[in-house]
């Protein structure tokens, strides 16, 4: 039997039902208007200063300092003139396909804390910012028509280090000296830039890094030749312009990857130890077949460099030291899981140097764990659960957690903080306290953080704080127009029992003018998968789950297994075998809202995208007497077609798993649609390859199956800008057309 246990975090602040009713419905109109209307410049991400006594932001096209003790903040000056100063890149031929968690800083702070690198339309520019207010003085570094990219200050302050066409450079500040320290760069050999899919799939989003000595670099190099070409086309054209993309799909070579070590200033005396003719490579084993190499960079001695290596599939994890000189390597842990390893940022070493701290799964003790590692390869030791580390100094572990103190709640997303060394059953304190989802960047040293607060009630507020949790400013207001002008429909987060005996999460939304004595027909909205959580305290304000809910929606979400935020073993049920566990689950989840006794059981839809659109296709076609429309975007229909690092991770090799891929293939089930269909789909999809909604239709029109599509002319996952109001406006027309009777539509 299906209980609701909880039905909490409703809009108690709606003031009256007067006020309610001056409210504005939030129509398709009203949320296209909303997302594009004029607004104050919002201030930018912040960028702390070395002692974390101030931080850089962009307002605008202004460059600001907050001043922490005082909390205020200055402009800096305008960044119009340095942007035009730089020389505008030629226009490519083709389309680069770059991955969108390429990481590149902007602004850089110098260890003086007087002085800030700037990247500007493709140029460097050095900003001296002891000056009067709005009047900092600046010189341009570079002026090439060649996009300088992924600049890195050296730690002494005196160099930077960037990437051009491929290969890496250095830059003495003071004299503005050039030195190219690689060759042979080019778009299939990228000296210390990764490829498309290790940042998408391993958040690698740069793949060189400073020696702490500031005399040397290492970086990775990946050679992509023998990745595989898709061989996308833009058809806008009165001619095709063919523009291929290196991605490889489950079971294909990934990019041979291997490790570099470089002088800075470019001298190769081959009688010093220490310096090398060129690039010194260490082998780090055959990453085409067999490894990937998820992290990398520099041991605080300086005198090695560490490596985090796993086997294909990803359940195999080794922490490698090698020796600069030498190049001998030694293994300082190693872990096994029986299913996958979630690697979770980058390991903080602290500042003895010679321990670091690093947040692994322990289904064991629950979720995830922060452990203490020692290189000399001695007893790790636990810490505490975290979900992810934030900030660690010589006393302190600053982390976000949803399993300690008042939290206790997948939903919630809180600051604690740890003794180092304490043991784990006094040692957490909860730093922010208010339900909901709080997002930190915090200050080197540990000292002050700014905290994003949102929950299901409150839009995003951002606040000034020291380590203790204290709060001193407001650094970005919440925007409460929202609340004011619209009559957002309260969403009531529930649990209940779903398959398996499991408890889940499900997120609903009432429809507008709601009557319990009525039946009203459902939008499931879905994701699913891995890696994503869907259901938690944090603000939507104006979506699209409000416009449906205004045209008399239920609008309904659950958080199958697969799904992060409740430990590894939610998530490993999914292993090997994509779709069942959280179809499963999903149709728990209507039998439970059914159960509400307001849902019409014969008009239930779901929509999806990405993920979401594979998990769209895989409700229609096994369950079609329970899910009767579905609006699939961009799907997965077949896990061979999908990348190798995501699709190995969970469904392991296909010459392994044949079975299983052939199982969880969608074509093959196109005679199953009962329902009404809707694919949408961009045709130059650089994640989810448009060749999955080609082997869909082909085998929905073989099997005389009728359906609907929408193709888009973008180059990139999601329909995005003036195309996206299309996009949404056939989505609502869709469900209407097929959720919707007649008799309703006219009344």
Not at 94 to 116: I, K, M, Y
Not at 230 to 247: C, I, K, T
Not at 444 to 454: A, I, K, N, R
């Amino acid at each position: 039997m299906f209980t609701k246990i909880t039905q909490t975090l409703f809009f108690v602040a709606f003031l009256t039902m007067t006020a309610l009713a001056e409210r504005k419905p939030v129509t398709l109109q009203a949320f296209n208007d909303w997302r594009v209307r004029p607004r104050p410049e919002a201030p930018g991400e912040p960028v702390w200063s070395p002692d974390g006594k101030m931080f850089l932001y962009r307002q605008g096209r202004q460059l600001m300092v907050y001043d922490v003790a005082g909390t205020r903040a200055h402009d800096v000056l305008g960044l119009d003139a340095l942007d035009a100063a730089a020389i505008p890149a030629p226009r490519r031929e083709r389309f680069d396909w770059e991955n969108r968690r390429v990481d590149e800083q902007t602004f850089q702070w110098a260890p003086s804390g007087r002085e800030v690198l700037y990247l500007g339309n493709g140029d460097l520019f050095w900003i001296n910012l002891q000056a009067t207010r709005n009047e900092a003085k600046w010189r341009q570094l570079t002026k090439t028509p060649a996009q300088e990219r992924d600049p890195k200050l050296s730690p002494d302050g005196k160099q930077a280090a960037f990437l051009r066409d491929w290969d890496l450079y250095t830059l003495d500040i003071a004299s503005g000296k050039e030195t190219r320290i690689t060759t042979g760069g080019t778009d299939t050999l990228r000296n210390g830039a990764p490829d498309w899919v290790y940042p998408e799939e391993l958040d690698l989003g740069s793949a060189y890094w400073w020696s702490p000595d500031s005399r040397n670099l290492a970086y990775l190099q990946f050679d992509t030749s023998g990745e595989p070409l898709y061989p996308h086309s833009d058809l806008r054209g009165s001619r095709a312009v063919y523009e291929p993309q290196r991605y490889p799909q489950a079971g294909d070579n990934n990019a041979s990857v291997r490790l570099g070590i470089v002088s800075a200033d470019g001298a190769s005396p081959t009688t010093s130890p220490t310096k090398w003719l060129n690039t010194k490579w260490i082998d780090l084993g055959d990453t085409v077949h067999d490894y990937l190499i998820p992290r990398a960079g520099w041991v605080p001695d300086g005198k090695q460099i560490y490596v985090v290596r796993t086997n294909r599939v990803q359940n195999d994890l080794e922490f490698l030291l090698f020796d600069k000189d030498s190049g001998r390597r030694r293994t300082v842990y190693q872990e096994k899981d029986p299913y996958w390893i979630n690697i979770v940022g980058s390991p903080r070493f602290l500042k003895n140097g010679t321990e670091f701290l690093w947040t692994v799964d322990n289904e064991e003790e629950g979720g995830q764990w922060i452990y203490r590692y020692p290189l000399d390869g001695s007893a790790a030791k636990q810490l505490v659960p975290g979900n992810s580390i934030v900030c660690a100094n010589e006393d302190s572990v600053y982390f976000m957690s949803s399993t300690l103190g008042a939290a206790l709640s997948p939903l919630e997303r809180r600051l604690y903080r740890a003794k180092i060394g304490a043991t784990p059953d006094s040692a957490e304190q909860e730093i922010t306290r208010e339900a909901g989802t709080h997002r930190i960047s915090m200050a080197p040293g540990c000292g002050h953080f700014l905290d994003t607060y949102s929950s299901l009630t409150s839009p995003p507020e951002t606040t000034l704080h020291s380590a203790d949790g204290k709060e001193s400013a407001i650094f970005r207001p919440a925007d409460r127009k929202v609340i004011e002008d619209f009559d957002l429909r309260p969403t009531e987060i529930v649990t209940f029992q779903g398959a398996e005996s499991e408890r889940l999460y499900g997120r609903l939304i009432r429809p507008a003018g709601f009557d319990p004595r009525k039946k009203y027909p459902v939008i499931v909205q879905v994701y699913g998968g891995p890696h994503a959580q869907s259901v938690r305290n944090v603000w939507s304000g104006v979506t699209m789950d409000q416009v449906f809910a205004h045209n008399g929606f239920v609008v309904w979400e659950v958080d199958n297994r697969g799904t992060t935020g409740r430990g590894h073993r939610f998530e490993m049920q999914v292993n090997r075998n994509l779709g069942a566990a959280e179809l499963a689950d999903q149709v728990a989840g209507i039998k439970y809202l059914i159960s509400l006794g307001f849902v019409d059981p014969t008009r239930i839809g779901v929509n999806g995208w990405s993920y979401g659109g594979f998990m769209t296709l895989n409700m229609l076609l096994n369950v079609p007497d329970v899910f009767h429309a579905g609006f699939a975007g961009a799907p997965v229909t077949n896990w061979l077609n999908y990348d190798t690092i995501y699709t190995e991770r969970y469904m392991g090799l296909p010459q392994d798993n044949r079975e299983a891929y052939a199982r969880t293939a969608l074509p093959a089930k196109a005679d199953k649609l009962q329902g009404r269909l809707m694919i949408a789909h961009n045709l130059e999809d650089d994640n989810v390859l448009f060749q999955n909604t080609v082997q869909m239709i082909e085998a929905l029109e073989q099997a005389g199956k009728q359906f609907e599509l929408s193709l888009y002319t973008q180059k990139t996952h999601g329909v995005g800008g003036v195309e996206s109001r299309q996009l949404n406006a056939t989505m609502l027309d869709f469900f209407v057309r097929s959720l919707v009777p007649e008799t309703s539509k006219s009344k």
